[in-house]
Every structure is written in C-alpha cells, then in structure tokens.
C-alpha cells in the first residue's frame, strides 16, 4: 500500500491567516492527489483533484499544488469556515489511502 | 442532484451480523464505482473497499480484506456492507461514497464526490 504522511497533524490560526498543510506519498504518484475537508459531524467534502484542480463551488482561497511524492493544500486567507480537518488521498492505486489528517483550529 | 443516502444507525452486540446499506439516485447507478470508509471515533479516513454495481468487481484494502463483505443490487441502485460477526473494534461511522472520475488517454484520476451522510455502527455488550 502507498502511505500517506500529512503533517501538522494540527495547527492554530486565526481568520485571515495564510495555512499550508503538506502530504508527502510514499511512492510518486504523479498527480494523483485529493484533498477533502470535513468538519465536525459532517461526512468529508471534495476540495480538490488531482492535485491542484479546484472542485465546482469550493472558494478560490483554497489551492492544491505538487507532482511526486510532495503535496501541499494552501488556503490564502482562513475563514471562519475553514475551521475543520482536511485529509489527502492518493488515486494512483487501490487501497486509495488517505493520510492521517490535519485538524485546523482556531488561535 | 447526486445523492447517497445511507441507512440509519445501528446498535449491535458483539457476534451478531449486520449489513447497512447506500441508496444512490440522480445518476447512472451502474456507471461508477461505489467505495466505503470507515472513521472510527476520533480517528481518520481508513479506505475499506470500492465496488463497480453493474458486474459487482469488488476491490478491498488488504486492512479489510476477510473482515467485511461489500455487495451492491443494481436493480435497486443500493450497494451494501455487511459483517458476519462483529467487534466491539467495528464501532465506528462508515460512509459510502462514489468514485468519481476523469480520463485522459489511459490515465484516470479518481476521487470521491459525493458522500454519503455517514451510518454509525455501535458495537458493545
């Protein structure tokens, strides 16, 4: 199985705040990479696919970018909304893993 | 619109069998893979299994591979995820969710969108 590694596992920040959060594979999987959010009691929502290509009605502050083995989800300035966990996923081959998650919480 | 919906929660005790299932609708149920994630409390996104409706290929991660059965029923759009004997280690929510997709040439990128809203499974004496 390919593994996934996010780190921070959690951060703080504050609205309007600048938040990157890597994933880094295993192995290269080229561009296949997803991001999803999920907030808290909600089942997870699709932020981007295949690395940088933004889901229909999710914000433009959100972006993805990263080839290979190293990914990175940014959001440009932090909403109140934005409070939630994210997690990646690779798509280059089944089991499609995710990473362990990163929580953003507000400072 | 795309939309799974999944069956309510359930309570179990340990030994006993359970199937919960995901109805999809406003889509070509046959067309798309259909896979299932486990959260346990707390916890991460753990990818369980995917299966394709129309021929019922079936994929599972080795981590579940034995300790769970996915099945789908074309006929009424509804794909399913049984155990035969629970843990009290299965509590957990399990969401269904389709495997989108997008292929360029040969190389298809997948993704999961839309998701169910989630069944939580108790198991406890």
């Known amino acids: 199985d390919i593994q996934m590694t996010q780190s921070p596992s959690s951060l703080s920040a504050s609205v309007r705040d600048r938040v990157t959060i890597t994933c880094r594979a295993s192995?290269?999987?080229?561009?296949?990479l997803n991001w999803y959010q999920q907030k808290a009691g909600k089942a997870p929502k699709l932020l981007i696919y295949d690395g940088f290509s933004l889901q229909s009605g999710v914000p433009s502050r959100f972006s993805g970018s990263g080839s290979g083995t190293d990914f990175t989800l940014t959001i440009s300035s932090l909403q109140p909304e934005d409070f939630a966990a994210y997690y990646c996923q690779q798509s280059y081959s089944t089991p499609f893993t995710f990473g362990g998650g990163t929580k953003v919480e507000i400072k | 619109e795309v939309q799974l919906v999944q069956s309510g929660a359930e309570v179990k005790k340990p030994g006993e069998s359970l199937k919960i299932s995901c109805k999809g609708s406003?889509?070509?149920?046959?067309?798309?893979?259909i896979g299932w994630v486990r959260q346990m409390p707390g916890k991460g996104l753990e990818w369980m299994g995917i299966i394709y409706p129309d021929d019922s290929d079936t994929r599972y991660s080795p981590s579940f591979q034995g300790q769970v059965t996915i099945s789908a029923d074309k006929s009424i759009s509804t794909a399913y995820l049984q155990w035969s004997s629970l843990k009290a280690s299965d509590t957990a929510m399990y969401y269904c969710?389709?495997?989108?997709?997008?292929?360029?040439?040969?190389?298809?990128?997948?993704?999961?969108?839309?998701w169910g809203q989630g069944t939580l499974v108790t198991v406890s004496s």
């Open positions: 969710a389709r495997l989108d997709r997008y292929c360029r040439s040969t190389n298809c990128h997948n993704w999961f969108d839309p």
């Open positions: 192995q290269n999987i080229s561009s296949y």
């Open positions: 406003g889509y070509s149920f046959t067309s798309y893979w």
